[in-house]
């Protein structure tokens, strides 16, 4: 009961939690500290707010992102004072930057105490900058400030990160002492008599209207117009909702009669990916007379980023006359300034509205601009799955096939930055039904990605496979203890090659001198250990068979698991090249 807090710290705690779970934002993500104390003891006794509790502030921050990306609703990330609010700044950078929707509550000590030398004490006011949607810096609790102020506060911060653009939105909290629930022999009815109707009911105490930004028709109609009689278009597809968006794209795909280039990303790819889709572009694009004969007219870009920086190369020297990026923020999403049309709308209801003025103008039968892109997919997927089988090894690619194959159906796939988003995006053979995906890609950092899987799996309260590098595993490797806590499962697929696999595919690995130390800097560990230190089942498959067998196994199982896959950097990059080659030696 509100009302009988023992405190005023305590009573806007209660106020604060009541109003996000009444705003459907129940999820909260928090470490140990003393300053946050009322929030934790609110969040304690809600009966229902849902919780990860984890001792690191850059795991929580990062769970909170995860599950926002399985959701799309924001999580609540709480903090204590001082540099524990600093540990959430790379998740913030990915949130703001991806456009992922988080609430971030910051204790913070009073005015009096700042500036003064006090313990745990740091600047938090727009400590993220312009990372944030919003930032608000709460008074320290008082009678003197209405309980409306608090609770209107609150449907402002939530509203602010859910509206287009999303994002994560930062409430500074100070808080006095006593921090603890201890009673002070105060009575509250008189103070909340003005919110009792609010206290009766179940509703937020302020119900904002959604807002989405719409496309006047004119505009559909002038881009229509741009596309009219053009048969060398290409639809590239970054993040989207593939829930929502995913047949209006195939149906604006099929309106149009070009191929649909699919992001890993995009949940374009699989069952139902349509006549139109070309999983295989990137390795396409190995060949110089392909890209140099196939260069497009117009490109219609929806949703997110590019992982493949070979297709961003293609489109910034492609010439297109119209280059057209539809996405729901008002940002740019144009590096190669090559856009001519930037549209901020909803992807799927942009789709659906061009489409229906297309339809009228359906090319008849395949174009041989499409048949093209089609047989050179489908060729380079018979080249890549002869080599891969030409034997039992296990290596790095098709350790990413043979995921994408196996992951059952209704599973989350979450990828960390460098080497396993690149070799999912271009060796993946998804064949079941939708799998989710998720990936940092905001930033492209490798920060608290073992996290990101915890909370991708408690949003989608299913089993979620992770595959990550060995440096990534390891800057995150605390947060493995999140794992044995989660009502979901998750198998953790490790590619431990023993430093940056990544670096050996850029110049520097030329520079022999430098190379080993500052960019491979190997570090000679294995992963069982550390497995056995969380409690963690452990498996270390040596051929691409026992791989299929544990990961099937893991992927299947109700306990989380670390597959460890032990590579070797320079046999992993002579393995790209020789495919690369056998690619395009058969598109030639």
Request: charged share 20%; aromatic share 8%.
């Amino acid at each position: 009961m509100i009302a009988s807090a023992p405190n005023i710290n305590r009573l806007w705690a209660d106020l604060i939690v009541e109003e996000l779970v009444r705003s459907g934002i129940d999820f909260f993500c928090l470490a140990p500290g003393s300053r946050s104390t009322p929030l934790a003891t609110a969040i304690a006794a809600h009966p229902r707010a849902h919780r990860i509790i984890h001792f690191d502030e850059r795991g929580t921050a990062f769970a909170a992102l995860g599950y926002a990306r399985a959701t799309g609703r924001p999580a609540v990330w709480i903090t204590t004072s001082g540099t524990a609010v600093a540990n959430g700044l790379p998740a913030v950078v990915e949130a703001g930057t991806e456009g992922v929707p988080m609430l971030l509550l910051t204790a913070d000590r009073p005015p009096e105490l700042r500036h003064t030398g006090a313990n745990q004490t740091i600047e938090q006011v727009n400590l993220f900058g312009a990372y944030v949607r919003w930032h608000f810096d709460l008074p320290a609790p008082t009678e003197d400030m209405p309980p409306e102020a608090v609770l209107t506060t609150i449907d402002q911060a939530v509203y602010r990160a859910i509206r287009a653009p999303q994002g994560p939105v930062h409430l500074n909290l100070m808080f006095r002492e006593p921090l603890a629930p201890v009673p002070q022999g105060h009575h509250y009815e008189a103070y909340l008599s003005g919110v009792r109707q609010w206290l009766e009911g179940e509703r937020p105490y302020t119900t904002y209207a959604p807002s989405q930004p719409s496309v006047d028709d004119a505009v559909i109609r002038q881009i229509g117009e741009a596309f009219r009689g053009v048969e060398r278009g290409i639809i590239t597809v970054g993040k989207i909702d593939g829930l929502a968006h995913r047949a209006p794209v195939l149906r604006l795909a099929d309106a149009l009669g070009w191929p649909v280039l699919p992001d890993v990303g995009s949940h374009l790819r699989g069952q139902g990916e349509g006549e139109q889709a070309v999983s295989y572009y990137d390795n396409v694009l190995l060949s110089r007379s392909f890209a140099d004969s196939h260069r497009p007219e117009a490109v219609l870009h929806i949703g997110g980023r590019l992982t493949s920086k070979r297709l961003l190369t293609f489109l910034e020297g492609s010439g297109a006359r119209v280059y057209v990026s539809v996405r729901g923020e008002p940002s740019r999403l144009d590096p190669s300034h090559r856009v001519t049309y930037a549209v901020e709308a909803d992807p799927g209801v942009f789709c659906i509205r061009l489409a229906a003025m297309q339809d009228e103008q359906k090319p008849v039968g395949k174009s041989p601009w499409l048949r093209d892109w089609q047989a050179a997919s489908h060729l380079v997927g018979k080249e890549i799955e002869a080599y891969l089988k030409q034997d039992d090894s296990l290596n790095e690619p098709r350790v990413a096939r043979i995921i994408s194959r196996q992951i059952p159906a209704g599973h989350g796939l979450c990828l960390a930055s460098s080497m396993p988003i690149r070799d999912m995006d271009m060796y993946a053979d998804f064949r079941g039904d939708l799998v989710r995906i998720a990936a940092n890609r905001g930033a492209s950092g490798i920060d608290g990605t073992i996290a990101t899987a915890a909370g991708f799996a408690s949003g989608l309260q299913a089993p979620v496979t992770l595959l990550i590098g060995d440096l990534a595993f390891l800057h995150d490797l605390n947060s493995l203890a999140m794992l044995k806590r989660l009502a979901v499962p998750v198998t953790v697929v490790v590619i431990n090659n023993d430093g940056g696999g990544i670096f050996s595919f850029l110049p520097i690995a030329q520079f022999d001198d430098v190379f080993e130390p500052y960019f491979g800097t190997p570090h000679g560990l294995s992963f069982e250990h550390a497995a056995a230190l969380f409690g963690i089942r452990y498996e270390h498959p040596a051929t691409a068979s026992e791989f299929s067998e544990a990961y099937r196994a893991a992927s299947t199982g109700p306990e989380p698991t670390i597959i460890e896959v032990t590579s070797d950097r320079q046999a992993n990059l002579a393995l790209h090249q020789a495919l690369q080659r056998r690619v395009m030696e058969a598109l030639s």
